[in-house]
């Protein structure tokens, strides 16, 4: 079970920290990322982390957003700094054991957080 927190609504150039809490398994053995989807468009992969501690952000948040684990709370985190009104959307935790999935393969879907972000 994947349980999301931390949206709001801020104005542009804010931070933001999303939190994921895993419940089951140990985070470290799945590879987690975080997906966004706005209002008629397509959901997007924001960040992304393997079980070995890879780390990969899409380039649309580059230098802005950065995706970190704490294994011992079994906890996914996304920092997003530099917030921009683009980025607002519902914002997914997902998971899938071992194996990085191509796309948004991940078998296992938090509920998700809303982000708005105002001008």
């Known amino acids: 079970q994947l349980v999301e927190s931390g949206g709001g609504s801020v104005q542009a150039g804010w931070s933001l920290r999303l939190s994921c809490a895993a419940a089951g398994d140990t985070a470290s053995t799945y590879c987690m990322a975080w997906f966004r989807q706005a209002p008629g468009k397509e959901r997007e992969r924001v960040a992304r982390?393997?079980?070995?501690?890879?780390?990969s952000v899409a380039d649309s948040v580059k230098g802005r957003f950065s995706i970190s684990r704490d294994n011992a709370r079994n906890t996914l985190y996304l920092q997003m700094n530099s917030l921009e009104p683009e980025d607002s959307g519902m914002y997914y935790c997902?998971?899938?054991?071992?194996?990085?999935?191509?796309?948004?393969?991940?078998?296992?879907w938090g509920q998700g957080t809303q982000v708005t972000v105002s001008s």
């Open positions: 997902a998971a899938e054991r071992l194996v990085c999935p191509v796309g948004n393969g991940f078998r296992f």
């Open positions: 982390i393997s079980s070995s501690a890879y780390t």
